[in-house]
């Protein structure tokens, strides 16, 4: 697929919690309660949910996971965003493409969560990166992060969930926009493989 995917939440917890879950190991399918349920009541409704959980893991921390992803963002059209503020983990990311895979390590780093009270990660596909409104057919999945655990739920009002990631929306852009600069002024013909350090700016690691 050639569309733009992107997970994306904002989960209220503690600082010391955020820095313990930045070194938690990936956790496998069962860290989530309803792995199987993952489209239901959304706009993928009754295709099956991706199977394996556990490989997506693939024994890294959060930490080194978001590394990777970072790494990526440098030299390709990938983006990561990960800001720790107001007592809260605000999370952006973005891939053009569909890798199962990506999406899976995510949402299973969200699950191993140590949220105040529930929050939802969001899972949609839109070619520009951008948010869809709340009541919008386009999202295709929300798991439910709770201090008693996590689990997929089906379609209810995104209002407030979609307010609180209006202001990691605007770093995306803000992000891809001076990324695009340095692309402007990078010179194919030098033979020098595009990389911008402006990704490394964007997350709290």
């Not at 956790?27 to 009541?41: E, K, L, T, V």
Request: proline content about 6%; hydrophobic content about 45%; charged content about 25%.
């Amino acid at each position: 697929m050639s569309d733009s995917f992107l997970v994306a939440a904002r989960v209220p917890m503690s600082r010391t919690a955020f820095e313990r879950w930045l070194d938690t190991p990936l956790p496998g399918r069962s860290a989530i309660a309803n792995p199987d349920a993952m489209f239901d009541g959304w706009y993928w409704h009754g295709q099956s949910a991706p199977e394996d959980w556990d490989e997506a893991a693939e024994g890294r921390t959060v930490r080194e996971w978001l590394s990777e992803r970072v790494e990526d963002a440098c030299t390709s059209s990938s983006a990561t965003i990960l800001r720790y503020r107001d007592e809260a983990v605000e999370a952006y990311l973005f891939d053009v493409g569909y890798y199962p895979a990506a999406v899976q390590a995510a949402l299973l780093a969200f699950a191993a969560t140590e949220p105040a009270r529930e929050a939802l990660v969001l899972f949609w596909a839109e070619t520009g990166g951008s948010l869809w409104k709340p009541d919008d057919e386009g999202w295709m999945a929300a798991l439910e992060v709770a201090p008693t655990g996590a689990r997929f739920v089906g379609r209810g009002d995104l209002t407030p969930t979609v307010a609180g990631l209006r202001r990691v929306e605007a770093e995306f852009f803000a992000m891809i926009e001076r990324v695009a600069e340095d692309e402007e002024r990078w010179d194919p013909d030098s033979q020098v493989e595009f990389r911008t350090s402006v990704p490394l700016e964007y997350v709290d690691l």
